[in-house]
């Protein structure tokens, strides 16, 4: 995934206008005004940045103001990654579920769900609202009571965009050829990394002073 053949290519510098700009500096990733960003989702959707601009608003509220708690955004975001085979997302929500206190065993049992893991009640409501909403555009009457037992209204509207957002990013990444960030060690669905290093956790965009350190890119 690291070479992938992109189909939609990064901004051209010469076309870097303030709207552009706005689109791949979003996060405060450091110098990105002026240098561009590193994260090539970003440098992908600067070539629509009226469509760049609000995705990035969308996407700041599911990622970092979501009224779910981080576990179970990650848990939901990792089945949707495997579910739709999306190296991309997976390589970086593993890290950052290691960060939220989810074990590699958990994620590892994410994929083979709901064979695999020991999973509480709250936990398996979630990967199974993932399957339902793939496999049958709706969540089942029996699932969404079940998860009234856990979760307030506000919640359950956010689990269900969730899910549709991370399917659908996950979707456009696919078919616009975007790949794993290069100097990245890429995670694989096997939790393998590159390197042969045991996957580590990463932070999301101001989680830390050094969140772009964690990278590796």
Known sequence: ???????????????WTDDAREVFAFWGEPNAWEEGSKTN???????HPPLGKVYNIWGKHLLMANSLSTRALELLILRVAWRVNSAYEWHNHVGYALNAGITLEEIGAI???????????QDALVLRSVDELIEDGKISDATWDGLGAHFDTRQKMDLVFSIGHYVM???????FGVGIEGGADPIGFDLKTGSGRTPGKTFKPGESDNWTDTRGY
């Open 1 to 15: 995934m690291t070479d992938i053949t992109p189909r939609i290519s990064h901004l051209p510098r010469d076309q």
């Open 111 to 121: 994929r083979d769900f709901p064979e695999g893991g020991d999973w509480a009640d």
């Open 169 to 175: 990013t996950s979707w456009a990444l696919s078919s």
């Open 41 to 47: 989702v970003m440098m992908v959707m600067a070539n």
